[in-house]
């Protein structure tokens, strides 16, 4: 499960001169910044590599509502609880712009969550651990939302027009999102209990690793980095962007008053940013394999709501159908 089995068909980097013409001027274009769109012709594995990462990235959007969704009818107030159901609708507008954004490139959307429902198609790491504490929805909105923004920023300067733009959008909604998460972890620490001081440090000790891996494996693992930073798919590697990521959230961490999981990470004054320690790669390779403590749950509970909203899309259909052919009768009689 899992396993990707969307082959984009790179295997290394072609030079310039082994290009044929239309690949020669498609490069020209990116290297000018110019924006690649839907009509245009692109190389079959460009294509199959933006399908890949938008739907994952979409995918994510719509799993990714399912360790909140589990603390909405817990949170502690009322103003919290309208806060969460905000935010979780908007990853679901989130999940929809992508999907609609990568089929754009030609493929259907049943297809892609056919993808995901049957465990060809992969979502991020992070929303296979489980939220246990009402910190968790801070942790989750301030490093977890913090590091898909560091990720999407860059992804607005993205070749492809349709995922640049998706992103624009995006990035508004998820600075929101990670100050109200960081919010609710201020609170609890400045004005809550010692036990409550207690969640959040948990919280923090739980998803910091997490959260680091949600940028990929180490630039040398990284087996798309290269040609998508050729196609400027990507802008910045996975470690420059966990390194920012790093640099960005210490100095936050502190302000809280909490501490990371990490014996080893300190500012280092000569490079300018923090050195960390190394990553549990092991336990980052078994998520995505499938082994976390939530995927099976995950996927269960999706593909149950998909079967469960069958009714939904039936009656939309045939409520489209309708107005067809109310249109084509009027069209015909005028
Ligand atoms: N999890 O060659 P690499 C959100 C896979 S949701 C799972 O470096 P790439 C939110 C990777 O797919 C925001 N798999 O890959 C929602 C590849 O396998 P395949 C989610 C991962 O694509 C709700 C293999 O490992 N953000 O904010 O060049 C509530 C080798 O990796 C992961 C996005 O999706 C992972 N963490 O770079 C709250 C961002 N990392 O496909 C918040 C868009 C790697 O070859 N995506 N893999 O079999 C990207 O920017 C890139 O796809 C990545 C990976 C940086 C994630």
Known sequence: MYAQMVDTGVKSLKHRSEMSADEQAFMARIDNESKIEPQDWMP????????????????????????????????????????????????????????????????????????????????????????????????????????????????????????????????????????????????????????????????????WWPSLMMFGPNDDASTNSAQSLAWKIKRKSNDELRQMFIDQTVPQLEVLGCTAPDPDLQWNPETGHYDFGEIDWSEFFNVIKGNGPCNKQRLEKKVKAHENGTWVRDAAQAYATKQQAGAATKKEAS
């Open 44 to 207: 079959d594995a460009y294509r199959k590599t933006l399908v890949r990462q938008i739907s994952q990235h979409a995918h994510s959007e719509i799993i990714g509502m399912q360790p909140e969704g589990n603390w909405l009818t817990r949170a502690p107030t009322i103003k919290r609880k309208l806060q969460l159901a905000a935010k979780i609708q908007d990853e679901c507008g989130h999940g929809q712009y992508l999907y609609s954004a990568a089929e754009t490139l030609g493929v259907g959307r049943d297809q892609l969550l056919d993808q995901l429902h049957t465990g060809k198609a992969k979502y991020s790491s992070i929303f296979n651990y489980p939220t246990l504490n009402w910190a968790d929805m801070g942790a989750v909105g301030w490093l977890v939302d913090g590091a898909a923004i560091v990720n999407q920023v860059v992804l607005q300067r993205t070749s492809y027009g349709p995922y640049s733009r998706a992103m624009i959008r995006i990035c508004k909604e998820e600075s929101f999102h990670q100050r109200q998460g960081y919010e609710i972890l201020l609170t609890m620490m400045q004005k809550g209990t010692p036990a409550q001081k207690d969640m959040v440090q948990d919280a923090i000790n739980r998803f």
